[in-house]
């Protein structure tokens, strides 16, 4: 990857695709639509690390999914929770071991809870946590998912 630096007015520029890793974001799909997405990695899950994102208040969780690109290895009986941050088993929505362990798609819609269950309406713009409620991370190393929750929000 090259990088060009001006000297004339002290500008870089850096040519090529930018490495993020740990990518969330909002994507807005059609009218009040919306997926946010989140890069899960074995390192994420190890560190509970997620980038600043919020649940606006007022939205209503549609549906969820992931899909598993590289499979996870996980500690028996281990359960991810993503949801409002301190509250990730309450409202949010869980993740078993068998489900991150084997490579696909797979909805987690009936695994929704709380204000973020299906047709519920969140209360308070929500920053968003993760959290193990059963289990660990054994290799750090090894996993790589996006989960995308949908929602409409006006």
């Given at each position: 990857m090259s990088?060009?630096?001006?000297?004339?007015?002290?500008?870089?520029t850096q040519y090529g695709?930018?490495?993020?890793?740990?990518?969330?974001?909002?994507?807005?799909?059609?009218?009040?639509?919306?997926?946010?997405?989140v890069d899960l990695t074995?390192?994420?899950?190890?560190?509970?690390?997620?980038?600043?994102q919020h649940m606006p208040d007022g939205?209503?969780?549609t549906?969820?999914?992931?899909?598993?690109?590289?499979?996870f290895d996980l500690t028996a009986a281990s359960v991810?929770?993503?949801?409002?941050?301190?509250?990730?088993?309450?409202?949010?929505?869980?993740i078993t071991e068998a489900i991150l362990e084997s490579e696909?798609?797979?909805?987690?819609?009936?695994?929704?809870?709380?204000?973020?269950?299906?047709d519920g309406l969140t209360d308070g713009s929500d920053l968003v946590?993760?959290?193990?409620?059963?289990?660990g991370v054994t290799t750090i190393s090894a996993g790589k998912a996006k989960l995308v929750i949908e929602y409409t929000y006006l």
């Open positions: 990088k060009e630096k001006s000297e004339l007015r002290g500008v870089s695709a930018y490495s993020t890793g740990r990518a969330t974001g909002i994507v807005k799909t059609e009218g009040a639509n919306h997926q946010m997405v074995g390192e994420a899950l190890d560190d509970f690390i997620t980038p600043p939205a209503t969780v549906k969820a999914y992931v899909f598993v690109e590289e499979v991810v929770e993503f949801g409002e941050a301190g509250a990730e088993a309450t409202n949010g929505v869980s696909g798609y797979t909805d987690l819609t009936s695994a929704l809870s709380g204000t973020w269950a299906v946590g993760l959290a193990f409620s059963a289990g």
